[in-house]
Structures are given as structure tokens and as C-alpha cells.
């Protein structure tokens, strides 16, 4: 669950003549545990910022942000930059089991525990058709190899609240189509796994991916100019109804910067 109330977000663009930039105003969310809630709007919206914010990266001005766990616990944060963020002198096996692994350092796991977890490791490699690619570097692989590998740590990782910056973005038309089926089964999966939902927040630049994707549509641009529900997840834009693309058509005026702010 992730509750925003009144959250503004004021950069310092100069410190000596301390000039200040507003990237977000007065912002309020209120996204339920176990759904997928996507952002989308212009370039320099503060969609990253507000996804650090949630991440706790970096420091709001005002407001509160409150992030629900399992059981009233701290939620674990899985966050994938807009870049996959893979260390490129460890294996693709190695990123994929980098935060679930520090998670269990941190909290002193059992030898019986790690083995599991790499057990888990190796089946959600093969479900992601990159276990072959175990031993390579991710220089050795391909763009779309990459960003499986990345969310497969995240999905090892088994947050409570997954945010994503664009996941899909650098991958070309086809690959994308795959890396979006892939996640939407491990969401899936995740969500008949009732004891530990996970609320996903992901920004993407894409109208369609977020019409495919989300149960909510947050569009921001500075401030949240529209946050509807969405009828058509996981609709095929094959299948394209008159409803589906009206629904379509009110997003992309709701995106342009000229365009009417009421929804
Ligand atoms: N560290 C920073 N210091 C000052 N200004 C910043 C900083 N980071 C971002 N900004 C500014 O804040 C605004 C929002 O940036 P942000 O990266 O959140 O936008 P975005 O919606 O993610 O854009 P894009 O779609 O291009 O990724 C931009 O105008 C950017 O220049
Ligand atoms: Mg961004």
C-alpha cells in the first residue's frame, strides 16, 4: 500500500543564489496493496522524482508518504532505475541474486534459506528463458536479456512495493511485447500468493503499455492531473474496442501540456 498526502518536491537548481525549482506540488495517491498503478506524462513530469521519493532516494519538502509491509513490517522496496541498473562485473546469475541476497545477509538467514533462495533463482531464470546466460556478463547479452535479468532480481527479491522507471524502454517493439507478458505472469503469480501482495507503481512513456499494464492510470505533470481506473488491462490492442480507444484518446489529451487538466 502506498499513501501520498500533500507531497511537494522542491529542487535547489542553484545554491548560491539558492534557487529553488518546484518538480512536484501538492501531490495525494492513495494505491492499494497488491495492484499495478502506472504513471505516465511529459518529459521533466517528475515521474522519476516521485519514484526516488516513494524509494526514499531522495528527501521531499512537504507531506507525508506513508508504504505499507506485509503484517504492519517494513516494507521491502524493490526499485528499478530507469536505466536496469546491473552491475556489469557480476554474472547475470550474480545480479539476479544481488538483493535477495544482501536481504538475507541482513537478516541473518540460514545456509538452508540461501540455498532456497537460489533454487528459486534458477527457476525464475529458466521462467525468463535466460538461464543459459547464468555465467555471462551483462556486456555478453542482449538489451532485452538485460532487463530480464533485472526483473528477475526483482522479482527474487519479492518486494512489497516494486517501483519501476520506464522498465521497458530501451527494448525494440518485439522484445517488448515479451518483456511485458513476463512481467504481467509474474504479477500474476504474485498476486495468488495472497499472504504477501505486492503494489507495483511503474512509469512508462507509452500510452498503450500503460493501458495494457495498469488497473490505475496516474498522469503527472508537476501535479497529478488525472488518476483513472482502467477498464482495459490486459486487453490486446488487436483487439481494439470504441471504448478502448476513446479511453486512449482521453489519455493522450490529458498528456498534452496545452491540453484541459480535468479528466
Ligand atoms: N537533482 C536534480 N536537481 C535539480 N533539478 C532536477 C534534479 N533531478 C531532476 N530535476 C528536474 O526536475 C524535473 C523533473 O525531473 P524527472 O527526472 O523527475 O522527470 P521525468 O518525468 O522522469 O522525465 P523523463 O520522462 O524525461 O524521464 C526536470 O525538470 C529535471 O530537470
Ligand atoms: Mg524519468
Known sequence: MITIKNLSVVYTTDEKTRQNKTVLADIGLSLSAGTVNIVIGPSGGGKSTLLKVIAGLIDHSAGTVKLGGADGCEPIIGFMPQSCGLLPWETIRENV?????????????????????????????????????????????????????????????????????????????????????????????????????????MVTHQVEEAVLLGEKIIVLDGKIKAVLDNPYRGQSENLCSQERAEFIVRLRRLLDREGGSTP
Do not use: H, W
Request: charged content about 25%; hydrophobic content about 40%; overall charge neutral.
Open 97 to 201: 541474486e544481488l538483493a535477495a541476497g544482501l536481504r538475507l545477509k541482513k537478516t541473518g538467514a540460514s545456509a538452508a534459506d540461501c540455498d532456497n533462495m537460489k533454487k528459486q533463482s534458477l527457476a525464475l531464470m529458466k521462467q525468463l528463458g535466460i538461464d543459459a546466460l547464468a555465467y555471462c556478463y551483462p556486456s555478453e547479452v542482449s538489451g532485452g536479456q538485460q532487463q530480464r535479468a533485472a526483473l528477475g532480481r526483482m522479482f527474487l527479491l519479492r518486494p512489497d512495493i516494486l517501483l519501476m522507471d520506464e522498465p521497458f524502454s530501451a527494448l525494440d517493439e518485439l522484445t517488448r511485447g515479451e518483456v511485458r507478458q513476463l512481467f504481467a505472469a509474474l504479477c500474476a503469480g504474485r498476486r495468488q500468493d495472497d499472504c504477501k501482495p505486492m503494489t507495483v507503481l
